[in-house]
C-alpha cells in the first residue's frame, strides 16, 4: 500500500509499528441465548448427542477458521510494513528493514507460543477462510435444521400418547358419573318400598282369606316387578362396571408397563415411582410437562437457526464490501507507477476505506445488539485490519506533508485535535541520515483506541455465544 513517491517518505520508522494481534476469543456456541434455557439433568437421545457433536465440532472448526482468519490478516499487515520498510530502504535507510525483519519473527514466535495448536491445516489466504468461515456457519444451520426435524418427531409421538390418557381420563370420570347417578338414583327408594309393601301384604293374607286370591295376585304382581327392577339395575350396574373395569386394566397395564424411551427419560421422577402407585393424573402430568419441554427445545432450535441463516447473509454483505475495497488497493498498486498524483489517489483511498469502515462498523453493532457473538468476532478481526490499514495511509500522507480526509473532516467538525503534525525539515534531515529531531512516532498525539475485538483481558469468553449452549448435553427429553 505504498502509495506515494519515494522523496516524499522521511523513514520506515514515520509510520508506527502494527500493534499486536491476539487470537480470537474461543467459541462455546454459535448464536446469544438467554440463561433461562431448560436445564435437565438427564443425557439426551444417542441421535440428538450426535448432532450435539457435530455442534462441538463446527463450533472447533470454526475457532481453528478464527485463528486462521487472525493469522491471515497479520500476515497481509505485515507484508504491507514490509513493503513500507522497503521502499524506505530504498531512500538510504537500511537499518528499519532489519529491525522489522527481527521484530517480525519475534512476534511470530510469540505467537507461535500462545496460539493453540490448530487441528487442520492452514487454508491459504484470507480468501480461503472468508469462504470456509461462510461453509461452517451453513454447515452449523444444517445440523441445527436436522435438531429441529428430531424434535419436531418426539413431539408428534408425545402428542399421541397425550390424545390417549385424556380421552381415557374423559371416558372414566363419564362411567363414574353414570354409576353414582344410579346408585344414588329413584329406582333403590322405589325399590325399598315395593319391599316394604310385599311385606305388609303377606299379613293381610293371613287375615283377608277371601281377598287371598285378589291379594295373592297383586303379591305375585308386586314381586315381579321388584325383580325386573332388581334385573333392569343390576344390568345396568354390570355394564358400567364392566367397562370401568376394563379401562382400569388398560390404565394399570400402561401404567405398570410404559417405560423410558433412552436413559435420560428413565430419570424422570415418574418412573421412579413404583408401577403400583402410579396414577393416571401422575401419567398425564408427567407426559404433559415432557411435551411442553420438548416444544421449548424445538422453538430455540428453530431461532437458533434463523440467527445462523440471518448472520451468513450479513457476513456475505461485510466481505462483499472488503473485497471491493481490497481490489481498489490492488489496482492503484498496479498503477502507481503511471500515477500523476499518488497523494490525491492515496487521499481517494482513504476515504474509500473510511467508507468501508463505516458500513462494517454499523453491521458490527447490528451484530453487537442481537447478541450474534459469533458474527461480532468475525467482523470485528475484519474491523482491526481496516483500522490498521487506514492507520498506515494515514501516516504516508503525513510523511507527504499532507492531512487525511478523515483528520480533516474531524477538525470540521470539531471533535478531534490535529493528530499529525508532520516537520518537513525532520523529514529531510532523516532523509540525509543526519542525527536530531523529533521523531515522527512522538509527534503522533494520542487517540482513543477503538473497542480490541481480539482482546483477552477476560479468561473466558461470555458462555451465551449467540444463541446455542453447550451444556444442553445434561438437558433431557422425555
Not at 371416558?171 to 315395593?194: K, N, S, V, W, Y
Not at 303377606?202 to 325383580?227: C, F, N, Q, Y
Not at 481490489?327 to 500523476?340: G, Y
Not at 490498521?388 to 473532516?409: C, K, V, W
Request: proline share 5%.
Amino acid at each position: 500500500m505504498a502509495l506515494s513517491s519515494p522523496r516524499s517518505q522521511p523513514s520506515a520508522a514515520a509510520s508506527p509499528p502494527p500493534p499486536p494481534v491476539v487470537p480470537p476469543a474461543p467459541i462455546t456456541a454459535s448464536i446469544h441465548a438467554s440463561t433461562a434455557r431448560l436445564r435437565q439433568n438427564r443425557a439426551l437421545p444417542d441421535s440428538m448427542v450426535l448432532l450435539r457433536r457435530q455442534e462441538k465440532q463446527l463450533h472447533d472448526d470454526l475457532q481453528d477458521l478464527l485463528y486462521q482468519q487472525d493469522e491471515a490478516l497479520r500476515v497481509a499487515a505485515a507484508g504491507t510494513a514490509t513493503a513500507a520498510h522497503d521502499e524506505a530502504d530504498l531512500s538510504g535507510s537500511a537499518t528499519p528493514t532489519v529491525r522489522s525483519s527481527a521484530d517480525s519473527k519475534r512476534r511470530s514466535a510469540d505467537d507461535s507460543r500462545h496460539r493453540p495448536q490448530q487441528r487442520h491445516s492452514n487454508i491459504g489466504g484470507i480468501r480461503g477462510v472468508r469462504k470456509a468461515i461462510r461453509s461452517a456457519i451453513r454447515q452449523l444451520a444444517a445440523v441445527k435444521a436436522e435438531e429441529g426435524r428430531l424434535l419436531g418427531h418426539d413431539r408428534a409421538g408425545n402428542e399421541a400418547v397425550v390424545r390417549k390418557l385424556a380421552g381415557w381420563a374423559e371416558q372414566r370420570d363419564g362411567l363414574e358419573t353414570h354409576i353414582r347417578a344410579i346408585e344414588q338414583g329413584d329406582e333403590g327408594a322405589h325399590t325399598a318400598a315395593l319391599k316394604d309393601e310385599a311385606h305388609a301384604l303377606e299379613g293381610e293374607i293371613r287375615e283377608l282369606e277371601d281377598k287371598l286370591r285378589t291379594v295373592r295376585a297383586r303379591h305375585r304382581k308386586l314381586l315381579a316387578d321388584v325383580s325386573e327392577i332388581e334385573n333392569s339395575v343390576q344390568s345396568k350396574l354390570s355394564s358400567y362396571k364392566a367397562s370401568l373395569s376394563i379401562l382400569e386394566a388398560d390404565i394399570n397395564a400402561f401404567l405398570r408397563n410404559s417405560a423410558a424411551r433412552d436413559r435420560q427419560a428413565s430419570e424422570a421422577p415418574f418412573f421412579q415411582i413404583p408401577p403400583k402407585r402410579r396414577t393416571l393424573d401422575l401419567a398425564k402430568e408427567h407426559w404433559d410437562e415432557e411435551q411442553a419441554n420438548i416444544e421449548k427445545l424445538r422453538r430455540e432450535s428453530e431461532t437458533e437457526r434463523d440467527a445462523l441463516e440471518q448472520g451468513a447473509v450479513v457476513w456475505n454483505d461485510v466481505v462483499h464490501r472488503i473485497n471491493d475495497f481490497e481490489k481498489r488497493i490492488t489496482e492503484a498498486t498496479m498503477h502507481q507507477s503511471s500515477s500523476t498524483d499518488p497523494t490525491a489517489e492515496a487521499k481517494d483511498l482513504v476515504a474509500h476505506l473510511s467508507e468501508t469502515i463505516n458500513y462494517v462498523e454499523s453491521q458490527l453493532e447490528s451484530a453487537e445488539e442481537r447478541g450474534w457473538k459469533l458474527l461480532v468476532a468475525c467482523i470485528g478481526a475484519e474491523l482491526s485490519a481496516l483500522h490498521e490499514g487506514r492507520r498506515m495511509l494515514e501516516a504516508m500522507l503525513q510523511a507527504a506533508g499532507e492531512t487525511s480526509p478523515t483528520i480533516e473532516r474531524e477538525k470540521q467538525l470539531g471533535d478531534v485535535e490535529i493528530e499529525f503534525q508532520p516537520s518537513l525539515a525532520n523529514s529531510q534531515t532523516l532523509q540525509n541520515g543526519e542525527p536530531g529531531g523529533t521523531p515522527a512516532s512522538k509527534q503522533v498525539s494520542a487517540r482513543q483506541p477503538r473497542p480490541d475485538y481480539h482482546s483477552t483481558d477476560e479468561d473466558e469468553p461470555d458462555p451465551e455465544l449467540l444463541i446455542s449452549h453447550q451444556d444442553t448435553d445434561d438437558e433431557h427429553i422425555g
